[in-house]
Each structure stands twice: as structure tokens, then as C-alpha cells.
């Protein structure tokens, strides 16, 4: 059953009459789930205008009060988790498990967020001068505008919106169109929980139209995005013009380092799940496995036989190891470079679309194994599907430069008994995380997350640095000598 879902501003559900709309359909088998109307420029315009509005009294409203409101907002997620679960796996095809995964971290990101309102620590700092008091406090930023991707439909528009919000911004939010159904739900979770009109508003739409106007508006004072690097780059292009904050989570080609000492049977779990889990279709996913020459054929062996019982169908159905991947476009981009990698490298397990019964009403890939050189388009582009590339490498360092060499820096693993090569790996590779014994995906809401080189622009979202993106630092002095005080004078040579 489709559901008709319009766009939320100042606190109402409104669909302007004779508005375009668009609809997002279930990958694993094509049946329509939502229908959304297609945002412009002025209906942008009339959502900053409601955020810019509420946001005095947002701001003024005590940060321990705006925390209650959001563990409201986790409370009700938590109530109605098994139905949002469902939505997220019928929405964009990941498996059960990893829907009501998306939306457990929703929930536990959210309660963290909630604590975070009686913290929002500043600093307080002696001063070189007697009776003066130093201090530091936290500000919002104003309006925020969140831009998402259709991955983690709603866990990425929480990490946004939760840490947005309880430092006292107000949002303008835009979901992936592939995935709004799921932005629009995060919407009303929000809503049930008392935020008031004009505090967040959402936004349906492309990213061309809805998207841009959002970035340019100078009413908006920062934009944080999550998405592939050519948009995220336009997006910073643009935001520059308005010299505002723009926060960017981009794309990753990210490796496990197989070493020759490493627990085999334990590093195959990891590698399956971290590159077949989502249907490789995670910012993290491992992409690239850099694998010592002394293990290379045993392990390719024990991976091409345990995906012989890996299942790839219905994502409702808790086994079912992988789903279909999200969209027609997914599919048609992963196929052409499964054309690429055959041309330019091994093929060594899958390669094909999946054909017959079921398979034929969505879009199901084999899991797929390519052995490469590094070097080749498949083992340096981010596919963003379920396609591992297999490297060789005769050491611990060339594993580290082949690992390197790739513009993106997000996730890394290593996968070794060597305590020492463990921590030199923490230190030699370019990403902003790096898993020791454990496979390149799995982030916990309570510790930084964002990435290195071309993966972003220096941001971090998630635990408390996601608090310094959303807000402004404001340096207090309080002179209580009752004489004027002079700083930044040469003492001595003052009069
Ligand atoms: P896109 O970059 O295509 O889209 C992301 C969001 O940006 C969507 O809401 C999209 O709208 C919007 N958008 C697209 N172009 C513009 C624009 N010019 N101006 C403003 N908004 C725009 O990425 P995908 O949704 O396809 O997601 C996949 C990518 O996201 C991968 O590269 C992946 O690595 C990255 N990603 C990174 C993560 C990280 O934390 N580092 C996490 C998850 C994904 P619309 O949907 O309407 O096109």
C-alpha cells in the first residue's frame, strides 16, 4: 500500500495543490511504498522562513528541556521500531536485522544526544589579569540545513537532526528521495514528541532543486551533508559563496589488511559482513581486501566456499544474508563496473544479476569477488555495491601503501595477532577509523565518525565532536577589578 505523505513546515503537513509528486518503491520487488511531493525553491523558502522564526525561542528554551523532548523522541522510535524497521529494509532493501539496526542506532543516538543537554560543556580558563574571570559557552549555530543519503535512512538523519537540535538549532531537512518515506517517519517521530512548529521542517525533493536552494539560502548558517563526494564538493563550492559551515561524510574505498598471522576463520566473518552486509552499500562497506601472498589462496578458497552458502533474497526474511541493493540506479552502476572488472582484472566468484522467480521483480546482485592488481579502476573507485576487490601484497608495508593510495580515507582494517603491527596500523593508515581484528563497518554513536582526504572536509559526526559542528564558540570575560584592565599591552612600556 502506498502512503501519501506531504511536506512539514511550521509545524503542518501540507501538499500544495497540484504539486509534482515522486515515489519510492520496494527494491526487492518493485510495489510502491510512498508518494511525496516534489519540493521547489519556494516552498525551501517557506520552510528557512519557519526555522529562522522559531528559532529564538528554540535557542532560549533550556538545553536539559530540549533533551527531555528528544528522549521523548527515542522513546516513541523505540515504540514503534519493529513498523520502522520494516519500512527501512521495504524501502531501500537492506536486510531485517539491518533495518531495525538502522533504527536502533536512531534510538540510541538520540538518547545520547538527550544527555548531552546537561552538558554542553564550555571551558573556563584563568586570566593573565587579577579579578577577571574567562569563560567559554556554547552557541547554536541558527538554522541548519541536513542533507542525507538513502543508506541509513533513518539512523543519518538522526545523527543530523538529534545533535542539530539539542544544541538549540532549528533544521530544514531533506531525505535521499529513495529513501523519503523514511525521512518523513524520522519527521513524525519528532513531531510526536512535542518539537515545536518551525523547529524542524522537512523538505521532499531532488537534490538539485530542494537540495541547492538549502545550501545558498544565506538564512541557512550551516549545512551538513552526507553523501557521494562529486555532490559533496558542490555543495562545499557553493556553501563557500556564503561563507558557511558545510559538514561533509562522503565516500570510502575502504581496505582489510589480511596479514599472514591473522585468525582466518574470524577474519572471514568480518570480510563477508563488512563487505556483503547492506549490499556493500555502506560508507564503510570493505571494498578492497589487501591480502599477504602467504594466506592470499587459502582465504580466497575459504571465501568463495562460505559464499556458496550465503543466501541473497527477500530482506523480510530474518535469513537471508543479503538483499537486493536499493535502486534501479544502483544496480545499472555496480552491473557497469562488474563490465570494468572483468575487462581489467579476475573474476573469481558472482558477477551477475540474479534472474528467475522473485529475483525478476527487483534488483538482486551475486555477491562478487575480483582479484586485482591495485591499481585498476575496481580497486580504487568506490562501487558502493557488493563487489570486493582481492589485492596481493608480499608485506605489512606494501599492504599499508596500496592501502594509502586511494583518494578516500573513511575506514581500515587489520587483521593480525601482531600487537605490535596492530598499533603501527592505528598509526600508518589514512582513515579516519581503523578496526583492529574486526571488519571496516560497525560505528557506535558514542565515538566520532567521519573520515580522511577526499571522505569528507575535517568534520566529525556522532559523539561529542558532532556537538562542535553545530555549534558557535563564544568567549566570555568578566572584569570584576572596577579599574580597566589592559591585555594585549607590553606591561612595561605601558603608561
Ligand atoms: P548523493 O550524493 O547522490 O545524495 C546524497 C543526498 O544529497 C541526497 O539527499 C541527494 O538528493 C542530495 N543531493 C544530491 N546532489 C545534490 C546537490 N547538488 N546539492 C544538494 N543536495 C544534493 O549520494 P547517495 O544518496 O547516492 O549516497 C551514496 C553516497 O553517500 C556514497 O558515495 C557513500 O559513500 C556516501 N555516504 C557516505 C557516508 C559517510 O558518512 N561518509 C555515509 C553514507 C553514504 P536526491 O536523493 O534527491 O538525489
Known amino acids: 500500500m502506498e502512503q501519501e505523505y506531504g511536506l512539514f513546515i511550521d509545524g503542518k503537513w501540507t501538499a500544495p495543490p497540484g504539486a509534482n509528486r515522486f515515489r519510492t518503491i520496494n527494491p526487492a520487488t518493485r510495489e510502491p511504498v510512498g508518494s511525496f511531493v516534489a519540493g521547489t525553491t519556494g516552498d525551501v523558502d517557506r520552510a528557512i522562513g519557519a526555522a529562522a522564526k522559531a528559532f529564538p525561542a528554540w535557542k532560549e528554551t533550556p538545553a536539559p528541556k530540549r533533551g527531555e523532548i528528544l528522549l521523548e523522541a527515542a522513546r516513541v522510535m523505540k515504540q514503534r521500531k519493529a513498523e520502522l524497521g520494516r519500512l527501512v529494509t521495504r524501502e531501500m532493501g537492506k536486510v531485517i536485522g539491518e533495518g531495525l539496526g538502522d533504527v536502533q542506532e536512531s534510538i540510541d543516538f538520540i538518547e545520547y544526544m538527550s544527555g548531552e543537554g546537561r552538558r554542553l560543556f564550555g571551558e573556563t580558563v584563568p586570566s593573565e589579569l587579577r579579578s577577571k574571570f574567562c569563560l567559554t559557552v556554547l552557541q547554536p549555530k541558527g538554522v541548519v540545513a541536513c542533507i542525507t543519503p538513502w543508506n541509513f535512512p533513518t539512523a543519518i538523519p538522526n545523527w543530523k537532526i538529534a545533535a542539530a537540535l539539542i544544541t538549540g538549532n532549528t533544521v530544514v531537512f531533506k531525505p535521499a528521495s529513495n529513501t523519503a518515506a523514511c525521512g518523513a517517519e524520522v519527521v513524525k517521530v519528532y513531531e510526536a514528541a512535542g518539537v515545536p512548529p518551525g523547529v524542524l521542517n522537512l523538505v521532499t525533493g531532488s537534490g538539485a532543486v530542494v537540495g541547492n536552494a538549502m545550501v545558498v ?33 562522503l565516500g570510502g574505498k575502504n581496505p582489510v589488511l589480511l596479514m599472514e598471522d591473522a585468525d582466518l576463520p574470524l577474519a572471514l566473518e568480518g570480510v563477508l559482513f563488512g563487505a556483503f552486509g547492506t549490499s556493500g552499500q555502506r560508507c564503510t562497506a570493505t571494498s578492497r581486501l589487501i591480502v599477504h601472498e602467504k594466506v592470499h ?13 550465503f543466501s541473497v533474497g527477500d530482506p523480510l526474511d530474518p535469513k537471508t544474508g543479503m538483499g537486493p541493493v536499493a535502486s534501479a540506479d544502483q544496480e545499472k552502476k555496480i552491473l557497469g563496473y562488474i563490465e570494468i572488472g572483468r575487462k581489467e582484472a579476475t573474476l573469481r566468484y558472482g558477477g551477475a544479476k540474479l534472474t528467475g522467480g522473485a529475483y525478476d521483480q527487483g534488483f538482486f546482485l551475486q555477491p562478487t569477488i575480483f582479484e586485482t592488481k591495485h591499481g585498476t579502476r575496481i580497486s580504487k573507485e568506490e562501487i558502493f555495491g557488493p563487489v ?41 593508515l589514512e582513515a579516519g577509523i581503523t578496526y583492529v581484528n574486526a571488519p571496516t563497518i560497525g560505528a557506535e554513536v558514542q565515538l566520532p565518525f567521519g573520515g580522511v582526504k577526499n571522505t569528507g572536509n575535517g568534520g566529525r559526526e556522532a559523539g561529542s ?4 559542528e553545530f555549534t558557535e564558540i563564544k568567549t566570555v570575560f568578566v572584569d570584576f577589578s572596577a579599574k580597566l584592565q589592559k591585555a594585549q599591552i607590553d606591561s612595561e612600556s605601558a603608561a
Do not use: C, W
Not at 589462496?297 to 552458502?309: A, G, H, N, P
Not at 565532536?465 to 562542535?468: H, R
Open 217 to 249: 539560502d544565506p538564512r541557512v548558517r550551516a549545512v551538513s551533508f552526507t553523501g557521494g563526494t562529486d555532490a559533496g564538493r558542490d555543495v562545499y563550492v557553493r556553501g563557500a559563496q556564503g561563507l558557511k559551515m558545510v559538514h561533509l561524510e
Open 297 to 309: 589462496e587459502s582465504f580466497l578458497k575459504m571465501l568463495t566456499d562460505r559464499l556458496d552458502r
Open 388 to 428: 570486493l576487490s582481492v589485492i596481493r601484497v608480499g608485506s605489512y608495508e606494501e599492504a599499508v601503501r596500496v592501502a594509502n593510495d586511494v583518494e578516500y580515507g573513511l575506514s581500515s582494517s587489520i587483521y593480525t595477532k601482531d600487537v605490535n603491527r596492530a598499533f603501527r596500523a592505528i598509526r600508518e
Open 465 to 468: 565532536a558532532a556537538i562542535g
